[in-house]
């Protein structure tokens, strides 16, 4: 069966590998190159081949119906933009053409809040990890109008250490990281914290939110809790999510709080909502995990590219 080939930029880090290992049991895609950048030249097993990294200014852009760039902020436009120029279309994983971070003309590929702009478009912006699993969580509150109005919503939220990306750090390391639990980024400053105030106030949300981002000592998933107040009390506090989200194949609604044993390696976000007992005022507390790596950034991306090429949206992603 004919396949549609596909490039990675970037493929020699967390989230290109990712790439790598879903376009390979992909049904109807192949990859057509992987390039890196001081790991040129290196290989990596991806299923039963071997690929080797080509630079990026090496990588027959032209050749591919679509190419993902999954290199870090800063780098990623310019060869979004001769990829584009190539004639391929883009999936661009870095914040450089997300919404909050200067641009607002992107499609911005929160996959079930933006199918419409998604399907058949040249060019998306994939989410931040953080804002994937924070903003399905808030959407169904926010969009219906739920939240009592300006009141601030807090977020706590941890991360595996993949989402710090593969360059060495010194305060990455194993014995740094392991038997501690720590926020970074305190102060809610956090690059991400634009990019979700900005789809919010998209969402006609007129809210603070308070961000504050852990490093938990486990490889991926993210794991965030979400402390919003109401206009008045839930019935059932699920009944917003079950409403906008039951036909999602990549959205679980579960009574059960989730953990990060639920969703990693998959494609998934799953979400749950409680009432907050002892508290003056109507309160919910959300909490929500996703895979970094797959929801959070290759599937999510994934998901975005089948819908960008007419394929199955569910194509080649583990549910
Ligand atoms: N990690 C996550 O959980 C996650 C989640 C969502 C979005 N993202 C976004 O996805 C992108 C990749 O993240 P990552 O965690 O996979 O990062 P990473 O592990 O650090 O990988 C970065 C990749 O870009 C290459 N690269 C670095 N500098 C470059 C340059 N100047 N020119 C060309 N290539 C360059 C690296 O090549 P070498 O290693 O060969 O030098 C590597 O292949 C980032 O924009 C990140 O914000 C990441």
Known sequence: MHKLPVGVLGASG???????????????LELAFASAHGQRGQTLRVGKREVT????????????????????????????EKARAAGAKAVDLSSDLRIGNGRSDVPYGLTELRRNQVVGADLVANP?????????????????????????????????????????????????????????????????????????GELGGDNDLI?????????RGILATIVVRLKAELKSPLAPWLELFSNEPFIEISATTPSLRDVVRRNTVKISAVKAENARQPTLIITSAIDNLTKGAAGQALQNANLMLGLDETAGLPA
Do not use: K
Request: proline residues 7%.
């Open 14 to 28: 967390y989230a290109g590998r990712e790439l790598c290992a879903l376009i390979e049991g992909h049904p109807s």
């Open 53 to 80: 990294f080509t630079g990026a200014d090496e990588a027959p852009l032209g050749d591919a119906a679509l190419v993902f760039s999954a290199l870090p902020h800063g780098a990623s436009l310019e060869w979004v």
């Open 128 to 200: 931040g990890c953080y804002p994937t699993a924070i903003l399905l969580a808030l959407a169904p509150l926010v969009s219906s109008g739920l939240l009592e109005e300006q009141s601030t919503i807090s977020v706590s939220a941890a991360s595996g250490v993949t989402g710090a990306g593969f360059t060495p750090r010194p305060d990455l390391l194993f014995a740094e990281i392991s038997e501690d639990f720590r926020a970074y980024g305190v102060g809610n400053a956090h690059r991400h914290g634009a990019e979700m105030r900005a789809m919010l």
């Open 211 to 219: 961000f504050t981002p852990h490093l938990l000592p486990v490889a």
